[in-house]
């Protein structure tokens, strides 16, 4: 029997991702000390004052970034006339809603859990919005369509067809029930969210719709949107009953619809840059900002009816004053104008290339003043005090977090001799990394470095510039020491330390290759009295071209210089002179490495191949394509002869050197990786990126097969394949049909794996019913505790998560879902699972229900099914209410009391047991509490949010049980 060789995984570390601050479109704030921004594929919660770290929501190892991000704002209590509105306790346990480049929308609670995962979408997210105060949420996305989802079911509700680009923005009309989108194919629509069907398209735009927003400031409801033109564009949102038929006539009126559009105009922007985001301040309703694509927001202010009366009167005296001074002219009729409503109140300028901004909703002086939050495209979060009121505008710059990420893209990492510390250089200064810590220890105000190396000793840093200069940095203080401005004529491309560590070299743009000694000298900073390191040129090997890499032999005997011409030259590191050429390369080799045991040389090139040569003869052991781009890395891992290789295709390959053989692929990377760095024992790599992140990578204990691991990933592509085309196909039949509502779910691998285990769960029972009395039951039963086969196919479809149970009851066939409807019936009718037994009931009943009522064996089911759901739901919907009550008298306790959430934290209330009702997760069902007597006591703030919290979950639950009671009721 062949021997088959394994090898142990390379995987992300924990952290071990960091140095990016802010990536995508995506700001927000979480609470009065925190704000989340998008990094990559994950998103941070930090600290606002000191930078910190709080949270990380996602996994920081996916190749699918953040494309959209909203936070739920807190609920709002009137302060009257002295101030702003002021945020109440958060009562929902939803803080952030992220959607991805692949479709999908998760969502997250205040500590960072993962609620759910909705995928809907074919395409990246591109507009998220929550509707009913968080019980629905809206997204949009580049495949042209709008889900809405069901928070608290965790499911889809329907799919909307109707735009022909890619939604850009969404917004809410609740007192009517309407859902407005606009998108790039430069319409506006508007949606009936019952009815599940498009009731207007407002046209007018000659561009692309990039953003929208609805205010209903001073009692007028007003839409403004945002185009790639210099003007926002104002429609009057009037109700269909009490508009004027002046207003009709002038509007985009459709019958049937219940409000009615009326253009008013449009403002000027003071940007000629096109529109990013309009959005309305949570706690200042009368203030409009609007980003556009540079370094400034523009801000604009809803005057109140005082002033807008007070401006008419005194135009209308001018207007008076001027018909008296001419002599028979007519007075001239004031009417309200678009300029009386919005001015334009000022600029905010940041300092850089804006991604996003938001309103700080927890942010309340009692002034006119408001906080807003900047993700910048340098890597960096400002946040700004802003005031707007009558004739004052001013702002302030409150806080910056820039210090833990570089500001441009990474260009080269290096190691310190014991692994502890990493060095990053970019095109704006380096930054010293401990990797224990995985926290940023010094920032150096260096040049444009092109490559970095540690000084045996970890105490000194040095620099090489694309303007051929050589930085010494002293690491304890980040002061720069020394700069040797004429090192090179032209970029300085790499360098390499000598074995012996008594030097280093340097190869640049300007066809040379400089050797370089260290040295102590009299330090000039102290008076000559210490001394301090410098570096010596010592020798210069003109070459004749530029010099792309330079590497010593780990026995110091060869020098290998990577030139301009595509070949790589072996020089003997004594002497200087000339060994072997190696030529094969079709581009330029870009980087290369030598074996521990000085045998392999390994070179990677702009052809997108890796070369293994023979050190000894310069022969070529072994040539393959190995990325889909430029390699701009390539090492080995420790004394073994397993290569490490990097490319601008944003991925990390391993290769077995001795075999050829290609093992496994570290995906994580957003943009090309520029650097590569191993450990002196390869138990773990650092790489750096374009995209701002630093990865570090461990070797675990996992063993790869390759043969397995070859069989896995083209397994991954055909299901991929397979899904990709079923999409393209139900997205075909929807055009050709001209439906405009759908299922918002859609078919993936999760609900392709959780269907196959439902379908083994369905077979063990039917298995195990079979088996006669006395025999063993199956091993699966035994490990979970030998519970029933019934109560292991209850536990299968518990397992399968809420927004994708709909889709793997689709996948599911007939006969099974015939097979599956009589344990329903008989959970139901126990009590067991109510909520989601009776889910998945409707669902099959709607999907097969042709099938089922004409099959006689099913008639039994279905009248038991008839008799016994409809009491269950209506005493969980009781149970509820009674709950809901118990809140209620709590709440009343301690209104008595006289104490408010944020003073309870010292202070006893004390309530009867008998109305504690249990606080419950999402997807926990709602248990009746039993009466006890005593008294609870020391109710602090965190646990009134809980309440409220619970009581909102219960609320909106009772809406889902009063949904489903209809639909029950419909079918009866």
Known sequence: MPQVKSYRRYAAATDGCLGVIASGPGVAFVSRTDVASATLSTVKIVQIRTGETVAECGDPCSTDAVSALVALAPALQDNGEDGPAIPKAHASGIALAAGYHDGAVRLWSHNAAEIVCFRGHRSAVSA????????????????????VWDVVAETGIVRLHGHSGPVTAIAHLPQHKLLVTGSKDHQVKLWDIAGQYCVQTIVGHSNEVCSLVLSTYGGHTRLITGSTDRELRVWAVLDESTASEDDKSQSQCANGVPVVFLPLGSVQRKST??????????????????????????????????EITKRLKRRAKRAKEKAAATDGAQEDIVHQELEDEIVHAGLVRVSGKIRSFAFDPYFSDRTNKLRLGVALSNNSIETHVVEVAPKVFSYDKNTELSFAGHRTPLRAVTLSDDDKFVCTTSNKGAKIWDRGTKQCIRSLEAGYGLCVMFVPGNRHVIIGTRSGELQLFDVASGKLLETIDDAHDGAIWSMDLQPDKHGFVTGGADHSVNLWEFELIPDEHNNFVSKRLSCVHVKTLKMTDDVMCVRFSPDQRFLAIALLDATVKVFFADSLKFFVSLYGHKLPVL?????????????????????????????C????????????????LGTSHYLLSTSKDKTVKMWDGDKFEYILTLEGHHAEISGLAVSATGGFVVSVSHDRSIRFWERS?????????????????????DIASEA?????????????ADRAGKRNIETMKAADKLIEAIELVEIEESKAPGDAPNPLLIAYGNISPEDYLERTIGKIPSSELDESLLVLPFSYAMKLLPYLDKWIKGGAAVERSTRCVLFLMTVHHNQIVSNEKMVPVLQSLRTNTLPQITQLKDTIGF????????????NEAGMSAPCMTNRRVEVHRFWAPKLLRGRSACVPQKRHA?????????????LQEFARLMMQRRWQLDAMLLRLRSDV
């Open 273 to 306: 840059e096109r529109v990013v985001s309009l959005q309305l301040s949570p706690t200042r309703p009368d203030v409009l900002v609007c980003q556009s694509a540079d370094k400034a927001l523009d801000v604009y202010r809803f005057r109140d009816a005082k």
């Open 728 to 740: 393209a196909a139900a997205r075909a039949r929807a055009m050709q049909d001209g439906d405009e």
């Open 621 to 636: 052991h072994k040539s393959f394509f190995a990325h889909q781009d430029v390699i701009t890395g390539v090492k080995f």
């Open 701 to 721: 204990n996992e063993l790869i097969n390759l043969e397995e691991e070859r069989e896995l990933e083209r397994e991954q592509q055909q299901e991929q394949e």
């Open 591 to 619: 980087a290369m490495d030598i074996s521990r045991d000085n045998t392999l040389i390994a070179t990677g090139s702009g052809d997108k191949n890796i070369k293994i040569w023979g050190l000894d003869f310069g022969d």
């Open 934 to 946: 005593g008294w609870v006591s020391c109710f602090s703030a965190r646990v009134w949010c809980s």
């Open 883 to 894: 709950n809901m009550a118990g809140l209620r008298f709590l709440q009343q306790q301690i």
């Open 128 to 147: 998220l919005a929550f509707l009913e105060d968080g019980a629905l949420l809206a997204s949009g996305a580049n495949d042209t369509d709008v889900i």
